[in-house]
């Protein structure tokens, strides 16, 4: 199998303060890295690439300022989404992909309530 | 650019029956992956199946099945036996080889297995 672990599964923070997401690839190593929002009964959104020794790639309407990602090794990438609002409030899903299969494999998820 | 299509927003059938959930997809790709993911109540994303386009031998899961037509661009899903716990939200994605490898999805069929 391919596991992907995501931490925290919830959190609640204050606005204007700066939440920290990481993703990790427990066990198998990824180049590669995505990370998606997905809004109640919808489907997911890309919100950017995250590749491992570089810069991410982010689509289009995607603030990088606002969702700083960091992919500092082959397991783990992080999203921080920094001056939180409540309109940041939603459910993060990380994936990561294995480079043999060509295929993502997901993280739990996590719900992000901003007050 | 690619799109991908669910015509069906929402099923419903009794346990151990049979059902098929559609997808349609559009690009001008000839070597690319379609995948069925499913979401539980949970939220968590799991594969469900992987089919490459290059190979013509619908690919199976156990109960899991795919009808793939490439020239028709139909990817359907077929559930056998369907369970109390195949009650979840089902996306078909796509996925073109090489370059950024970028999901994407359908906007996801709602099955209910009723008892």
């Known amino acids: 199998g391919a596991v992907v672990s995501q931490h925290p599964s919830w959190v609640i923070c204050k606005s204007g303060t700066s939440v920290k997401i990481e993703c990790r690839s427990l066990?198998?190593?990824?180049?590669?890295m995505f990370w998606y929002r997905q809004f109640p009964k919808q489907s997911l959104m890309l919100m950017a690439t995250?590749?491992?020794?570089?810069?991410?790639?982010?689509e289009q309407g995607v603030e990088k300022d606002k969702f700083l990602i960091n992919h500092a090794s082959l397991t783990l990438s992080t999203l921080t989404v920094t001056s939180a609002h409540p309109e940041d409030s939603s459910f993060y899903i990380c994936?990561?992909?294995?480079?043999?299969?060509?295929?993502?494999?997901f993280g739990p998820g996590t719900r992000l309530l901003v007050l | 650019a690619q799109t991908v299509t669910q015509s069906q927003p929402e099923m419903s059938v009794q346990e151990a029956e049979t059902v098929t959930l559609s997808c349609t997809y559009d690009t001008s790709e000839s070597n690319y992956y379609l995948f069925w993911y499913k979401q539980p109540p949970s939220r968590q994303m799991i594969l469900v199946i992987r089919q490459e386009a290059y190979k013509q031998q619908n690919a199976t899961e156990n109960r899991f099945s795919v009808n793939f037509q490439k020239a028709a661009k139909s990817f359907s899903l077929k559930i056998s036996d369907s369970q109390l716990g195949d009650t979840a939200m089902y996306f078909c994605a796509f996925m073109k080889r090489g370059g950024a490898q970028k999901l994407v999805f359908g906007q996801g069929t709602r099955l209910t297995i009723n008892p």
């Open positions: 995250s590749n491992e020794g570089s810069k991410a790639t982010y």
């Open positions: 066990d198998f190593q990824a180049t590669t």
């Open positions: 994936s990561a992909r294995r480079t043999e299969l060509e295929t993502q494999y």
